[in-house]
């Protein structure tokens, strides 16, 4: 047996994907948005135990505008999710 014996590889050597960050910087940001949405709906409840009736309705249509920005945040959230795991190989693109 004159062969010589085969090579092993290295870790960084082959088939190899590119590093992706975990989670990611979209998700990330998405994640940050939504975390400043709840915790200004927190503060405007607050307010709203404390303010008159004249306040209470333009206080509500605000955490309404608030929730309705928050769901935005999260299908972005929700799409760079997806993104990521079809990028590692999880999913499969639609």
Do not use: Y
């Not at 008159?52 to 299908?75: F, G, N, Y």
Request: charged fraction near 40%.
């Amino acid at each position: 047996m004159s062969g010589s014996p085969p090579q092993k590889l290295k870790p960084d050597q082959g088939k190899t994907c590119r590093k992706i960050k975990v989670p990611t910087d979209d998700e990330i940001f998405a994640l940050n948005k939504m975390r400043e949405i709840k915790n200004m709906i927190h503060m405007i409840k607050s307010r709203l135990l404390e303010s008159d009736i004249d306040m209470k309705s333009e206080l509500e249509d605000r955490i309404s505008a608030l929730k309705t920005e928050w769901r935005l945040w999260k299908k972005k959230k929700d799409s760079a999710t997806k993104e990521r795991m079809i990028i590692l190989g999880h999913e499969n693109r639609e």
